[in-house]
T-cell receptor
Framework: KAGVTQTPRYLIKTRGQQVTLSCSPI?????VSWYQQTPGQGLQFLFE???????NKGNFPGRFSGRQFSNSRSEMNVSTLELGDSALYLC???????????FGQGTRLTVV | AQSVTQLDSQVPVFEEAPVELRCNYS??????LFWYVQYPNQGLQLLLK??????LVESINGFEAEFNKSQTSFHLRKPSVHISDTAEYFC?????????????FGIGTKLQVIP
């Protein structure tokens, strides 16, 4: 079984630009969650999608958005990038019973 | 609403010494409990989990954690650490909320093993 795949692994963007990150979950998993990880704030929950619907959301500004497609693949978008958005963005997928989350290796976003 | 508290942000320990990483949670319902490990530039990997049954759970690399319901704790222990255990460790709790299992992670504890 293939694991969770996040693309790209590394990304450098300029302030004010927008970015889209992609996550392909484990086959059969319908839940996809996104997290932001920074040295100062630790692991922070962004949002969770299940069957194309956002069912849980963290405390991030509206510049952070996401969506999920019918094949459970998910994308997150950050608009009007700020320097503080530089972080490791992690995606996790899980089955419906949520007895384990499987993480991708993350996308390292650097905003300059 | 659930929350997870990892009391130590960093724990330095000498090689072959014992270690305990503390985790407390708050929840009003029954929970699942997890410890995840993250090595540098990697995603998180499941280390061990408690779903039901025996309150003491073990991982294949010598870590163990004990679910203590009265103290709402799930501390992670290892009797003798190796250099390779240097990583960040995350405690997580999952509870039923609004018809589905909702997972909350702690902020993480960095374990630094000193040679």
């Amino acid at each position: 079984k293939a694991g969770v795949t996040q693309t790209p692994r590394y990304l450098i963007k300029t302030r004010g630009q927008q970015v889209t990150l992609s996550c392909s979950p484990i086959s059969g998993h319908r839940s996809v969650s996104w997290y932001q990880q920074t040295p100062g704030q630790g692991l922070q929950f962004l949002f969770e999608y299940f069957s194309e619907t956002q069912r849980n959301k963290g405390n991030f500004p509206g510049r952070f958005s996401g969506r999920q497609f019918s094949n459970s693949r998910s994308e997150m978008n950050v608009s009007t990038l700020e320097l503080g958005d530089s972080a490791l963005y992690l995606c996790a997928s899980s089955s419906e019973d949520n007895t384990e989350a499987f993480f991708g290796q993350g996308t390292r976003l650097t905003v300059v | 609403a659930q929350s997870v508290t990892q009391l130590d942000s960093q724990v330095p320990v000498f090689e072959e010494a014992p270690v305990e990483l503390r985790c407390n949670y708050s929840s009003s319902v029954s929970v699942y409990l997890f410890w995840y490990v993250q090595y540098p530039n990697q995603g998180l990997q499941l280390l061990l989990k408690y779903l039901s049954g025996s309150t003491l759970v073990e991982s294949i690399n010598g870590f163990e954690a004990e679910f203590n319901k009265s103290q709402t704790s799930f501390h992670l222990r290892k009797p003798s650490v190796h250099i390779s255990d240097t990583a960040e460790y995350f405690c997580a709790v999952s509870e039923r909320d609004g018809g589905y299992q909702k997972v909350t992670f702690g902020i993480g504890t960095k374990l630094q093993v000193i040679p």
